[in-house]
């Protein structure tokens, strides 16, 4: 690997980890789409940031573009509160309106300025070890390096300041509100990180895909854990991995690094839906294969115990029998006697099926409940 | 538009881009009221994006550049997308924003990753795919606007035929499934719809913007009224309009991008329509707030003038404005407020600044107190702080 090749990479860990933070909340809070309108409508803060600044690193442009984000969620919060639109409305009207008018700002004026559309959309990571931090003659790594790792402190910081709060705010808002949690300042406050951490990733991946960041890995860490402290390592982790592996694919295709990171993003999460240990797609259907066999020993079990003191019952105790008695096929009622006589329930001798004491037990507890 | 007009009957590809501007407009407008009424309005976000792999696959696999192709892989993508976010919500605890914002967004990184990969292949360099991100109008060929007529025809047929059913389905889904409809079918034929809007509009508005279509013309008609059937017309007139005037706009402007044109056009008609329609307006609703306002005003103002009279057990006494000054109330707006009584007949001013309830008007606030002291009494004591300041000036 080369010098430029390792640095991309550790940009792209660093923007997928600072983004993972905020998205466990955003997933968990159900304002996953929220992050979608704020990272579209940034793209107007940006372009008239960059009008009065001339520069993408200004820290004037990173204020404008976070307070752009803020303003977009105070926007659909307002419209959503006269009552003449829903939410889910809200956020569709205010964020293209916003985007709209700085795509035409980009484009009318793409001759007098250094930024076009598709860097702002979709991020040009491959540029970013260019932009060197020059401190007194000394080159000390690229900008994105820096501009990441502060908003990923700065995520960091305010997360396990505020952890507990978050934690109260996100699974039972009506007792933080009671307590004397602001809702506002912890909704407005997620928003005003969200925003800032959007403009920081803008640079690297672009408007849309931050959203990927966002969401993706935090969701995938949903169905993995049950417990928030888990689950923010975990997003943090697998936002890592798909940045990580992301860049391999754009190298392998030769192509968008944006693009392979959100792609990769998708496919962890599609492993989480299907191998996650207890949620997963195969997890479930295990489950209910489980659930069938065990359902047939203990309908084996009850069968046997309705039958076992009755006189003239002997053919209903014959292994034989079982098929036409219970409609199983042959098959499947031979594989049920073998593992209920695994575990112990039953007991066979020539052909004639006797409960055990355990067997019994199930019988009757099955009944019960 | 006289001056206009010529221009489009001459023009060929002004008649294109207005015709195609126009068949996005109708198609998103009537599609669009459905899945704003089902709160579904992101829907069409994911399904929009979730869009650009399959025409980067279409191309690909068939190296065709051909709309009908192209538009074929978009169907397909957008299908596959909204099936996913159903799956992924009905099968795990991934909550529908989610699913949404990551179908939307991991689809179009791919469909990015596919884009990159063919601007890089040798035979493809200059596929033209790109105008499917933010639209171009100008591009549109009488080919493609067949297309989107057919598409449009698709949707409108079906809205036609299934208008109860689709009624009944946006307004008490559990009404129709008791009465034996197929919900779910039902809901598949719409999501299919909104698949076949989006489509039809992916040339002229692009990926990136198509989902604001199909929620802001909608949004916007809501607002006039009440009843499905004019809603889903006055949605239909409002995406053609926004439609035709962006699409013109753009194409005969140069450097602006027929996207972000047709949305902003759009959200000025869904920023009148919040402001101005009548009933749920936003200004319809402040003057109707302040009427009431005015109207409770002189109702205390009355109420007040009543109690003084009572107090000096005559109607011929009169009091200065002052001394009806409360809540905060101005000057101004005490004597204004009188004024306005006096002019109704219920109170007379005795002389300069000295005001006086008429029979009338005491009439109209104690309708059911003649010879009845006990609510004379229930009415006293709220009334006597003001009386009693009054006693003190005058």
Same mark, same amino acid.
């Given at each position: ?21 905020? !998205? ?49 969620? &105070? &926007? ?34 793409? !001759?007098?300025?250094?930024?076009? *559309? ?29 501009? !990441? ?206 409960? *055990? ?13 | ?23 996005? +407009? /109708? #198609? ?15 829907? +069409?976000?994911?399904?929009?994006? @979730?869009? /650009?792999? =399959?025409? %980067? ?40 924003? #989610? ?28 596929? =033209? ?8 109008? @100008?591009? /549109? ?125 759009? #959200? ?25 306002? =005015? ?17 000096? =057990? ?12 409360? #809540? ?34 005491? %009439? ?9 002291? /006990?609510?004379?009494?229930? $009415? ?9 300041? $009054?006693?003190?000036?005058?």
């Amino acid at each position: 690997m080369t010098a430029p090749q390792i640095e991309i990479q550790l940009i792209a860990a660093i923007v997928a980890a600072a983004c993972a933070l905020p !998205g466990a909340f955003l997933v968990l809070r159900r304002m996953a789409l929220i992050s979608d309108a704020i990272s579209h409508a940034m793209l107007l803060g940006i372009v008239v940031g960059f009008f009065l600044t001339e520069d993408l690193n200004s820290p004037l442009l990173i204020l404008g573009a976070t307070l752009t984000g803020l303003l977009t969620a &105070l &926007l659909v919060e307002l419209l959503n509160r006269t009552g003449l639109v829903r939410e889910d409305a809200a956020i569709g009207l205010v964020f293209p309106a916003l985007f709209s008018i700085g795509v035409i700002l980009i484009s009318r004026y793409a !001759g007098s300025v250094h930024l076009d *559309t598709d860097v702002v959309l979709l991020g040009e990571l491959a540029f970013a070890p260019f932009d060197r931090v020059v401190v007194t003659g000394w080159d000390i790594g690229p900008k994105g390096l820096y501009a !990441g790792g502060v908003i990923l402190l700065i995520n960091a910081a305010l997360i396990a300041l505020f952890y507990k709060e978050l934690k109260l705010a996100t699974f039972d808002p009506g007792l933080a509100a009671a307590l004397g949690f602001s809702p506002a300042a912890i909704h407005y406050g997620l928003m005003g990180v969200t925003s800032l951490t959007a403009v920081g990733a803008f640079d690297s991946v672009g408007a849309i895909l931050t959203v990927a960041l966002f969401i993706a890995p935090a969701a995938a860490a949903y169905l993995l854990t049950d417990d928030l402290a888990r689950m923010l390592f975990l997003s943090v982790g697998l936002g890592v991995a798909a940045a990580l592996s992301g860049y391999w694919l754009a190298f392998l295709l030769d192509a968008s690094i944006a693009g392979s990171m959100a792609t990769m993003a998708g496919v962890i999460f599609g492993l989480a839906w299907c191998f996650a240990p207890e949620r997963g797609l195969l997890a479930g259907q295990r489950r209910r294969v489980r659930q069938r066999w065990e359902f047939a020993q203990r309908m084996l079990a009850i069968h046997l115990l309705n039958h076992e003191r009755q006189p003239g019952a002997e053919p209903e105790l014959q292994v034989e029998h079982l098929w036409q008695e219970l409609r199983w096929d042959r098959e499947f009622a031979t594989r049920v006697v073998s593992l209920a006589e695994g575990r112990g329930l039953v007991t066979r001798q020539n052909g004639r099926l006797e409960l *055990t004491d355990r067997g019994r037990l199930l019988a009757q507890e099955s009944l019960l409940a | 538009m006289a001056l206009a007009l010529p221009d489009l009957a001459l023009d060929y590809t002004l008649r294109t881009v207005a015709l195609g501007a126009m068949l996005l +407009g /109708l #198609s998103s407008g009537v599609v669009g009221t459905y899945a704003v009424l089902r709160r579904e309005s992101l829907l +069409g976000d994911a399904m929009s994006h @979730a869009a /650009l792999p =399959g025409i %980067a696959l279409a191309f690909l696999l068939t190296r065709s550049k051909e709309t009908a192709v192209l538009l074929a892989g978009a169907v397909a993508a957008g299908w596959l997308g909204s099936l996913l976010v159903n799956a992924i919500t009905r099968t795990t605890r991934v909550k529908l924003d #989610s699913a949404l914002g990551l179908i939307l967004s991991v689809f179009f990184g791919f469909g990015l990753v596919l884009l990159t990969f063919i601007q890089k292949q040798p035979d493809a360099s200059q596929a =033209g795919l790109d105008r499917f991100l933010f639209g171009q109008a @100008a591009s /549109l060929l009488r080919r493609d606007v067949m297309v989107m007529g057919i598409g449009t025809v698709a949707v409108l047929l079906a809205v036609l035929l299934l208008w109860k059913e689709f009624k009944l389905l946006v307004f008490d889904p559990d009404f129709a499934r008791v009465l034996g409809l197929r919900v779910r079918l039902l809901e598949v034929i719409l999501t299919s719809m909104i698949v076949l809007a989006i489509v039809v509009g992916l040339q002229t508005v692009g990926v990136v913007l198509m989902s604001a279509m199909v929620v802001a013309p909608a949004a916007a008609a809501r607002q006039w009224t009440d009843r499905l059937g004019l809603m889903v017309l006055l949605s239909a007139l409002f995406g053609v309009v926004a439609g035709m005037t962006g699409a013109l706009v753009s194409s005969l402007t140069p450097r602006l991008p027929t996207g972000p044109t047709i949305v902003l056009v759009v #959200s000025g008609l869904v920023l009148v329509s919040l402001l101005f329609a009548p009933n749920r307006g936003l200004v319809w609703n402040w003057a109707r707030e302040r009427a009431r306002r =005015g109207q409770v005003r002189a109702e205390g103002m009355l109420r007040q003038l009543a109690a003084l009279a009572e107090h000096h =057990g005559s109607l011929e006494h009169g009091h200065p404005s002052a001394v009806l000054r409360a #809540s905060g109330w101005s000057a101004d707006q005490v004597v204004q407020v009188l004024h306005d009584l006096e002019s109704a007949g219920y109170v007379r001013q005795v002389s300069a600044d000295r005001w006086a309830i008429t029979a009338t008007g005491m %009439a109209r606030v104690r309708p059911a107190t003649e010879g009845d002291d /006990l609510s004379d009494g229930a $009415g006293h004591p709220a009334a006597s702080r003001p009386e009693g300041t $009054g006693e003190g000036q005058s």
